[in-house]
């Protein structure tokens, strides 16, 4: 039996495809490249609705601005991710798309604020997500470079086949629970290192490492260990992941070159020889996370909201799996294998 259910196909879906051994990603129909310059609005609603309709993520966020007296004041001693799993269970079961969607950055905005001692900032309906939720976090509008960046990455992280939170989403949401149900469940699931949690221990690993000649010895350490190098390795790719490439050019856009980005490509240089060395048997390339924790650094979000800023993109792509699952009407209930001991027989 395939352990973690490697290459099982579990759904049928129009949503997106990952080439592992290409390394490419196609999202309704959109390779990455070309859906990298949509905006994230326009991959949501394509990914809901398959055609480009008006934004309606605006007057949503106001809405869920609204929300946040219900759960923000029991938040403020409570991580972010625990804070964002309260902002997501505060939503009530008959919430939709639209809905589910906004609350990410408005929650997480304000009690970005909030554990500052700061007030929320209100949405600007007329603004696009990713200036929006900048703007409310800081208190001031970012420069227009600055939401590009982030644009960039809530588009390109926008959905990825069937990866651990996706199918959690299509679990919960094929047993009828509600939209928001199935969406919370996937926040859990996205949470955890091997998923979308990685982006704070790869700059954990960076200040770790410190200095360049420190990588080598440091990295060794690390895979002596046994332990896994942070953004780096995939289920499905075999190649480097693409979403790499896009996250890195929309970060050498922001900000062509820092000292902080050529250590950085130092210590992936390494890595990526180390791990060859480490595992001949298996490819494992720079996957998404390690450019987008550079990324979302760089616009200075803290790294305990790292895995936030991932669900407020990936919340899209969440909501059209528990949609096209929910149209199959068919509960997902796999089986397992009984490797207990028998049971004991009366004399
Ligand atoms: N560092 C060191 N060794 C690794 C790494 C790594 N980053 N990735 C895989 N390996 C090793 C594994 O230990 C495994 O050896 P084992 O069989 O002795 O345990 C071997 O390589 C083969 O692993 P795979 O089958 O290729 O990995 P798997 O599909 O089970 O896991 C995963 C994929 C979880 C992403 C893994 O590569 C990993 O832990 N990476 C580091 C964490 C990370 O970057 N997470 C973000 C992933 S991207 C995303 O989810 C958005």
Redesign the pocket.
Known sequence: MAS?L?GVVAAETVLSHVDGERGELIVRGLPLQVLATQGFERAAILLWHGFAEADRLGPARERAFERLGQWLPTAAARTVPEAMRLALAALPDSAGAEEIAATVPVSLAGMLRARKGLMPVAPDPQQRTAADFLRMQRGAPPSAAEAAALDTYLTV?ID?GL??STFTVRVVASTRASLAAAVGAGFAALRG????G?PGP?LDMLDDIGSAERIDAWLEAA?AR??????????VYRVR?PRADALKAALQRLAPTTPRLAFAELVERRALAL?RR??PG?A?DT????YAALLLDALGLPRDAMVSV?AMSRVAGWIAHALEQRRTGRIIRPASRYIGPAPAVAA
């Open positions: 973690g490697e992280v990825h990866n651990a290192p091997l998923h979308g990685a790869v895979l046994g332990d896994r190098l942070m953004g780096f390795g995939h289920r992941d791990l480490h595992r298996r494992l996957n998404v996370e390690f991932f």
